[in-house]
């Protein structure tokens, strides 16, 4: 192509043919037909977020997760779930962000289509004009030539019965001669009437064409930097999709600080205390009290029963 401009590259040196403007049609639904797509994976993405968010926040409300913990842990684990929760509250903003931007991008074609659809109404019907006139023309051109051969036999017939004695039959050929040469002016002025007329449409045509070229190649424009800023913002908003739920993991990193259990009470606040020192060993002499009281217990407990079931 040695231009780059579309009213420069889509014409064709046949008169009837719409090559070039279907060109440029096919190429816009190509275009119209991606939007399309694109809007569409953005609202399929859309749906993935919300579902995955959905189900994050499900999961940070509902299910338990070390519930019976205490203090700083416990602390961590309640910083971990909120961050859970802040987490999924950012896939399901950023679903709403892409239908957001699905909803322009269906806006812009349907804007685009209503403009498109104007000059292509023209362009059909100067398409459909031209075509007529060529027909006519055509059918003007056939009726000259038939004029042209009828005039050519009616001077034949006169040159063939230049020896006939006959007048009134000479004078019929003469007639006949003079009928076929007024014919074949009718008819060629009609001819160059059409002829005239075709140019005019012609010319009405590459003009048309000429603003359909600029009108279609100034949205083809426009479309490219519509949808490439529409790609652009797109991957800025997973971008700080990113940012955000990396820095959620970083609150969570900076509530559980690294430590060692220490042994003072204050660190184990929260737990039922039952005392500090274990039981120790009992020597033998140290049983003999222990077993007396045992064995005193045991009798007194014998006596009441005895008691209780003689009053029985």
Same mark, same amino acid.
């Given at each position: 192509?040695?231009?780059?401009?579309?009213?420069?590259?889509? &014409?064709?040196?046949?008169?009837?043919?719409?090559?070039?403007?279907?060109?440029i049609?096919?190429?816009?639904?190509?275009?119209r037909?991606?939007?399309?797509?694109?809007?569409?994976?953005?609202?399929?993405?859309a +749906?993935?977020?919300?579902r995955?968010? /959905?189900?994050?926040?499900?999961?940070?409300?509902k299910?338990?997760?070390?519930?019976?913990?205490?203090?700083?842990? %416990?602390?961590a684990?309640e910083?971990?779930?909120?961050?859970?929760?802040?987490?999924?509250?950012?896939?399901?903003q950023l679903?709403q962000?892409?239908r957001e931007?699905?909803?322009?991008?269906? =806006?812009?074609?349907?804007?685009?289509?209503?403009?498109?659809k104007?000059?292509e109404l023209? !362009?059909?019907?100067?398409?459909?004009?031209?075509?007529?006139?060529?027909? /006519?023309?055509?059918?003007?051109?056939?009726?000259?030539?038939?004029?042209?051969?009828?005039?050519?036999?009616?001077?034949?017939?006169v040159?063939?019965?230049?020896?006939?004695?006959n007048?009134?039959?000479q004078? /019929?050929l003469?007639? %006949?001669?003079?009928?076929?040469?007024?014919?074949?002016?009718?008819?060629?002025?009609?001819?160059?009437?059409?002829i005239?007329?075709?140019d005019?449409?012609?010319?009405? $045509?590459?003009?048309?064409?000429?603003? +359909?070229?600029?009108?279609?190649?100034?949205? =083809?424009?426009?479309?490219?930097?519509?949808?490439?800023?529409?790609l652009?913002?797109?991957?800025?908003?997973?971008?700080?999709?990113?940012v955000?739920?990396?820095e959620?993991?970083?609150?969570?990193?900076?509530?559980?600080?690294?430590?060692? !259990?220490?042994?003072?009470p204050?660190?184990?606040?929260?737990?039922t $205390?039952?005392?500090?020192?274990?039981?120790?060993?009992?020597?033998?002499h140290?049983?003999?009290?222990?077993?007396? &009281?045992?064995?005193?217990t045991?009798?007194?407990?014998?006596?009441?029963?005895?008691?209780?079931?003689?009053?029985?």
């Amino acid at each position: 192509m040695t231009r780059s401009l579309f009213k420069g590259n889509f &014409w064709s040196a046949d008169i009837l043919s719409t090559i070039g403007y279907d060109n440029i049609i096919q190429h816009l639904n190509n275009g119209r037909k991606n939007c399309k797509e694109f809007e569409d994976f953005l609202k399929e993405r859309a +749906a993935i977020e919300e579902r995955y968010g /959905k189900d994050l926040l499900s999961l940070s409300r509902k299910k338990p997760c070390g519930q019976s913990e205490i203090n700083t842990l %416990k602390r961590a684990l309640e910083v971990f779930k909120q961050q859970v929760d802040n987490v999924a509250q950012c896939h399901i903003q950023l679903a709403q962000s892409l239908r957001e931007e699905a909803k322009k991008m269906e =806006e812009f074609r349907e804007k685009q289509k209503l403009q498109r659809k104007k000059t292509e109404l023209v !362009m059909d019907a100067i398409h459909k004009q031209k075509s007529l006139q060529f027909k /006519k023309t055509m059918d003007a051109k056939k009726n000259y030539e038939q004029k042209c051969r009828d005039k050519d036999e009616a001077e034949q017939a006169v040159n063939r019965s230049a020896n006939l004695v006959n007048p009134k039959q000479q004078e /019929k050929l003469f007639v %006949k001669l003079a009928t076929s040469k007024t014919a074949v002016e009718d008819s060629d002025k009609a001819y160059m009437l059409h002829i005239s007329t075709l140019d005019k449409v012609r010319e009405e $045509w590459q003009s048309e064409h000429i603003k +359909a070229c600029e009108a279609f190649e100034a949205q =083809e424009c426009e479309r490219i930097n519509f949808f490439r800023n529409a790609l652009w913002l797109h991957v800025n908003q997973l971008s700080q999709q990113c940012v955000t739920s990396d820095e959620h993991p970083s609150c969570m990193r900076i509530s559980t600080p690294p430590r060692r !259990m220490q042994s003072q009470p204050g660190r184990l606040q929260g737990l039922t $205390w039952q005392g500090e020192d274990p039981p120790q060993f009992l020597k033998a002499h140290q049983m003999i009290p222990i077993t007396l &009281w045992l064995m005193t217990t045991v009798c007194s407990i014998s006596k009441i029963n005895e008691t209780r079931a003689f009053s029985g």
